[in-house]
């Protein structure tokens, strides 16, 4: 079963503005961590924000916020006034307390941002 | 200052032959790992080592070989290459904690011809 799901394989955005990029998950851990990569075309791998799973509160890094709803297994990663250099792959992961050190990765969302 | 580096960034090669690809970080970190992406952009972990013993075996064919000399480095060897070997192979490290960020390599691009 997959653990992560990403449904958005492509977005668009105006420059400018805010984007919202689904991440769900499934675990039965109660201690988890949920992080989001960017991976333009250039092709490395660059973190972006973290969430644990007893954070009470959501993420924040810059222009990068998650939006954290526990009950719903959702972390959808927030980018606000999007620029040309967001446009790339964004990938949700997530690893359990009880997964040893793997690491699941989605199947990643191809951001596009227009001018 | 490179956190983990890979080498080499390309390689291309033809099937049958033997490569490898190494890997180095600087961060302190006792965990480190290889990772597959395949031409669909989908990551998939392939081995993972921690204080330079093997924690991690995914169902990797056994032409692949990690070796750990130490904490800092984690090399990937590649026996009797196949044209589905053909992938991005990504290094990284953490350290110990579930919720450790791991901090990737830039990536060798394997072309198996």
């Known amino acids: 079963a997959q653990k992560i799901t990403q449904t958005q394989p492509g977005m668009f955005v105006q420059e400018k503005e805010a984007v919202t990029l689904d991440c769900t998950y499934d675990?039965?851990?109660?201690?988890?961590?949920l992080f989001w990569y960017k991976q333009p075309s250039s092709g490395e791998m660059i973190f972006l924000i973290y969430?644990?799973?007893?954070?009470?509160q959501n993420a924040t890094e810059g222009r990068y916020s998650l939006n954290f709803q526990k009950a719903r297994k959702s972390a959808n990663l927030v980018i606000s006034a999007s620029q040309l250099g967001d446009s790339a792959m964004y990938f949700c992961?997530?690893?359990?307390?009880?997964?040893?050190?793997?690491?699941?990765f989605g199947a990643g969302t191809r951001l596009f941002v227009k001018a | 200052d490179t956190a983990v580096s890979q080498t080499p960034k390309y390689l291309v090669t033809q099937m049958g032959n033997d490569k490898s690809i190494k890997c180095e970080q600087n961060?302190?970190?006792?965990?480190m790992y290889w990772y597959k992406q395949d031409s669909k952009k989908f990551l998939k972990i392939m081995f993972s080592?921690?204080?330079?013993?093997?924690?991690i075996n995914e169902t990797v064919p056994n032409r692949f070989s990690p070796k750990s000399p130490d904490k800092a480095h984690l090399n990937l060897h590649i026996n009797s290459l196949e044209l589905g070997d053909s992938a991005v192979y990504f290094c990284?490290?953490?350290?110990?904690?579930?919720?450790?960020?791991?901090?990737f390599g830039p990536g060798t691009r394997l072309t198996v011809l």
């Open positions: 992961a997530m690893r359990e307390d009880t997964g040893g050190f793997k690491t699941i």
């Open positions: 675990t039965s851990d109660p201690s988890y961590g």
């Open positions: 961060l302190g970190h006792d965990t």
């Open positions: 990284a490290s953490s350290l110990n904690d579930f919720t450790d960020t791991q901090y």
């Open positions: 969430q644990g799973s007893y954070d009470q």
């Open positions: 080592y921690n204080n330079k013993e093997l924690i």
